[in-house]
């Protein structure tokens, strides 16, 4: 079944088990994860309110799905601890630690790859 303008406004679940709205066109009081972060707020385990739909040539399934949550019952977002905060510098430290040379780069060091610049174009960085 193909997700046309039409299929895509089902706001009493008939036809995908679960109210459908068209992309942009979902009621106030309803937001996506990207929307609920953007305030500062979480789904909290709260189930599925609804989905908006949109179609796309794409995907084999024929549309593009995004669910919602309501924001009354959206909890705020856990704040960092200390622990936290530990690890994920840690966890950047690695990231721009080259492992050839052992150095700090001060970027991410791209996969793509695998060591910083200098170490993966050498004859580059001599030249000038």
């Given at each position: 079944m193909s997700p046309a303008f039409g299929k895509c406004y089902d706001p009493a679940g008939n036809i995908?088990?679960?109210?459908?709205?068209?992309?942009?066109?979902?009621?106030?009081?309803?937001?996506?994860r990207r929307q609920l972060r953007a305030r500062g707020l979480r789904p909290g385990g709260q189930p599925i309110a609804a989905q908006v739909m949109r179609r796309s040539r794409r995907r084999k399934s024929g549309a593009?799905?995004?669910y919602l949550y309501r924001?009354?019952?959206a909890k705020p977002v856990r704040p960092m601890t200390p622990a936290m905060w530990r690890?994920?510098?840690?966890?950047?430290?690695?990231?721009?630690?080259?492992?050839q040379c052992s150095t700090d780069a001060g970027y991410?060091?791209?996969?793509s790859l695998g060591v910083c610049v200098?170490?993966?174009?050498p004859?580059?960085?001599?030249a000038a």
């Open positions: 995908w088990g679960l109210a459908t709205y068209p992309w942009r066109l979902a009621p106030d009081g309803l937001a996506t593009l799905v995004a924001l009354d019952l690890a994920h510098h840690a966890m950047m430290r690695a990231r721009r630690t080259c492992p991410c060091i791209p996969t200098t170490c993966a174009y004859e580059e960085q001599h």
